[in-house]
């Protein structure tokens, strides 16, 4: 089975500076691991996702992650944050459960970008 | 684009009521997902459909219950609200093959007292 883990309740940065979202990841074979992200009331957001091949993944508006097999990480990463980035981010993957197809999400991520 | 609505973005209800929360998709898609969002928690899965009249229990049903009737509809039903249900849903969908991306509506917001 496939799990992950986001270790930070919140991060804050300022506008400008690179943010780092991390996620950690246990699965049993290769991984398959995605990012999302939720702004004030709106649904979640795909925003990429990592299956196989290149590990730096881009994204939508900016941002990418970095899959880690050796550190079974999968931090979201963009080099220059904006005050309008300021939102929840998931990671999620398959539970790995044969028939499964929904996610398992992270607790979240709330990130804060200050002026 | 793809959309999923739902049916309401505010619920209040009452202990003990029957509720339906509504949610259509416009993309075809053969799965579809609800999940309950409580901060701390993340996402867990309460049921989700990969055909018409096909549902499965996700981690958290009891006092739930779902029905797809048709394929773009599928609507969460708690059969006796309990204050405990009070939470965001989320409803989602995704192609049926391969580890595809979910698509979700905006959630309901509901609140049982």
């Known amino acids: 089975a496939q799990s992950v883990a986001q270790p930070e309740d919140q991060v804050n940065v300022a506008e400008g500076n690179p943010l780092t979202v991390k996620c950690t990841y246990s699965?049993?074979?290769?991984?398959?691991l995605f990012w999302y992200v939720q702004y004030p009331n709106r649904g979640l957001q795909f925003l990429l996702k990592?299956?196989?091949?290149?590990?730096l993944v881009k994204g939508s508006y900016g941002f990418e992650a970095e899959f880690n097999k050796s550190q079974t990480s999968f931090h979201l990463k963009k080099p220059s944050a904006l005050v309008s980035d300021s939102a929840l981010y998931f990671c999620?993957?398959?539970?790995?459960?044969?028939?499964?197809?929904?996610?398992?999400f992270g607790s979240g991520t709330r990130l804060q970008v200050q002026p | 684009d793809v959309k999923v609505t739902q049916s309401s973005r505010y619920l209040v209800k009452r202990t003990g009521e029957k509720v339906f929360l509504e949610c259509v998709q416009d993309?075809?898609?053969?799965?579809m997902f609800w999940y309950r969002q409580d901060p701390g928690l993340g996402l867990r899965l309460i049921y989700f459909?990969?055909?018409?009249?096909?549902?499965e229990k996700g981690d958290i049903p009891e006092g739930y219950s779902v029905s797809r009737e048709k394929k773009e509809r599928f609507s969460l039903i708690l059969e006796s609200a309990s204050t405990n249900q009070t939470s965001m849903y989320l409803c989602?969908?995704?192609?049926?093959?391969?580890?595809?991306?979910?698509?979700f509506g905006a959630g309901t917001r509901l609140s049982v007292l």
């Open positions: 993309m075809d898609h053969e799965n």
């Open positions: 459909s990969y055909d018409v009249k096909m549902k």
């Open positions: 989602a969908s995704s192609l049926g093959q391969g580890i595809p991306i979910q698509y």
């Open positions: 990592y299956i196989t091949g290149d590990n």
């Open positions: 999620a993957a398959p539970p790995g459960d044969t028939g499964r197809r929904a996610l398992t």
């Open positions: 699965v049993s074979g290769n991984p398959y």
